[in-house]
């Protein structure tokens, strides 16, 4: 090796090696969020298991608890959120134009939405599928026999698009009428004036719990019609913020992968000798300064929502409103999909 060029490749190593090691910058939507002194979250205007408000204000919903984890990270206080109900049509506006830190609304990650909007989506933090919602007065037992039906839903979504292709692919010729929001789109299922209902399942689930006159009445028909991933997003352009939005959700995930709840966090912050438990409890190496965060921001987000499994299991799993399996959402060692990217 040339010696004029060892000084040059050991100062580029060193440099290397030095900048891997460094904390991250804040970016602006922290700053913002810090001066602020909350995260403005964009969610549903009311599904039953993600994010609707009750009675008196009071938010509740696996999206919401996303939203909280992310301000117990960043804020100190799972409390400090703003949460901004949008519509289908209001929700990509909104973010782009910087009404809302995240948008975490039950929103399906796609080629089209994650290439073409100025968006990044963050993690997965449920796995849907579209269905359909039939009364049970009209004897169908399988999407198979809805053959010139009509179905409703809601426009701006993948739901209608979802519907027209299924129908083309399968042969089974069905009418869809769309309406603008997702209420008046139900409402007119439970009318009467369409056959079936379809969006995604989870929501499903919430519509007959919540808003049939009689749950027993109606079905959901078995078959899945496609995939939806349904995950939280940030704007492009600040890759300080999108790694929070990102890693808050994993550390929820991995928390339940190595046993840590809200019930356990505080004993195993102080007796834990678990390297795995001890990076999640804010014991072990300092991961925080990489997000440009403290040593704590995962211990206070599982601390104020609990792992994932809590997570789901109080919003959308057997014993809550909805009473879903977990089923592709349990840990990929339990036979489900969810599956951390390592908090180390």
Same mark, same amino acid.
């Given at each position: 090796?040339?010696?004029?060029?060892?000084?040059?490749?050991?100062?580029?190593?060193?440099?290397?090696?030095?900048?891997?090691?460094?904390? +991250?910058? +804040?970016?602006?939507?922290?700053?913002?969020?810090?001066?602020?002194?909350?995260?403005?979250?964009?969610?549903?205007?009311?599904?039953?298991?993600?994010?609707?408000?009750?009675?008196?204000?009071?938010?509740?919903?696996?999206?919401?608890?996303?939203?909280?984890?992310?301000?117990?990270?960043?804020?100190?206080?799972?409390?400090?959120?703003?949460?901004?109900?949008?519509?289908?049509?209001?929700?990509?506006?909104?973010?782009?134009?910087?009404?809302?830190?995240?948008?975490?609304?039950?929103?399906?990650?796609?080629?089209?939405?994650?290439?073409?909007?100025?968006?990044?989506?963050?993690?997965?933090?449920?796995?849907?599928?579209?269905?359909?919602?039939?009364?049970?007065?009209?004897?169908?037992?399988?999407?198979?026999?809805?053959?010139?039906?009509?179905?409703?839903?809601?426009?701006?979504?993948?739901?209608?698009?979802?519907?027209?292709?299924?129908?083309?692919?399968?042969?089974?010729?069905?009418?869809?009428?769309?309406?603008?929001?997702?209420? +008046?789109?139900?409402?007119?299922?439970?009318?009467?004036?369409?056959?079936?209902?379809?969006?995604?399942?989870?929501?499903?689930?919430?519509?007959?719990?919540?808003?049939?006159?009689?749950?027993?009445?109606?079905?959901?028909?078995?078959?899945?019609?496609?995939?939806?991933?349904?995950?939280?997003?940030?704007?492009?352009?600040?890759?300080?913020?999108?790694?929070?939005?990102?890693?808050?959700?994993?550390?929820?995930?991995?928390?339940?992968?190595?046993?840590?709840?809200?019930?356990?966090?505080?004993?195993?912050?102080?007796?834990?000798?678990?390297?795995?438990?001890?990076?999640?409890?804010?014991?072990?190496?300092?991961?925080?300064?990489?997000?440009?965060?403290?040593?704590?921001?995962?211990?206070?987000?599982?601390?104020?929502?609990?792992?994932?499994?809590?997570?789901?299991?109080?919003?959308?799993?057997?014993?809550?409103?909805?009473?879903?399996?977990?089923?592709?959402?349990?840990?990929?060692?339990?036979?489900?999909?969810?599956?951390?990217?390592?908090?180390?």
């Amino acid at each position: 090796m040339n010696r004029t060029f060892r000084p040059v490749l050991a100062t580029l190593a060193a440099t290397l090696a030095l900048a891997s090691a460094a904390p +991250a910058f +804040a970016g602006k939507v922290l700053d913002t969020v810090k001066q602020r002194g909350s995260v403005k979250c964009g969610v549903t205007n009311g599904v039953a298991g993600f994010s609707a408000p009750d009675t008196q204000g009071n938010w509740s919903g696996l999206d919401v608890d996303t939203c909280r984890a992310v301000a117990a990270a960043v804020l100190g206080d799972a409390k400090k959120v703003e949460f901004v109900p949008l519509n289908s049509q209001q929700r990509f506006s909104a973010l782009q134009a910087g009404e809302v830190d995240i948008l975490a609304r039950n929103t399906t990650w796609n080629l089209t939405r994650d290439a073409s909007l100025g968006f990044h989506f963050t993690t997965i933090n449920y796995y849907d599928g579209q269905g359909f919602l039939v009364p049970k007065k009209i004897k169908v037992t399988s999407a198979k026999q809805l053959k010139g039906a009509t179905i409703c839903t809601q426009s701006g979504t993948t739901n209608e698009k979802n519907v027209a292709d299924w129908s083309k692919a399968q042969g089974i010729p069905v009418k869809t009428v769309v309406f603008e929001s997702f209420e +008046a789109s139900f409402k007119a299922f439970f009318a009467g004036r369409c056959q079936a209902f379809t969006t995604d399942t989870s929501a499903l689930a919430g519509l007959r719990n919540k808003e049939a006159p009689n749950p027993d009445d109606y079905i959901i028909l078995p078959e899945l019609i496609s995939k939806e991933p349904l995950a939280p997003l940030v704007r492009r352009g600040d890759d300080e913020w999108f790694a929070i939005v990102k890693w808050v959700p994993n550390a929820l995930i991995e928390a339940e992968e190595v046993g840590i709840t809200q019930a356990n966090i505080d004993t195993l912050k102080s007796s834990s000798k678990d390297p795995a438990q001890q990076r999640l409890v804010g014991s072990g190496d300092d991961l925080g300064k990489l997000l440009g965060l403290d040593k704590d921001w995962s211990y206070r987000a599982i601390k104020a929502v609990g792992n994932y499994g809590e997570v789901f299991e109080r919003n959308v799993g057997p014993k809550s409103v909805l009473g879903l399996p977990r089923g592709a959402n349990n840990l990929w060692n339990k036979g489900g999909l969810l599956y951390a990217l390592p908090v180390r």
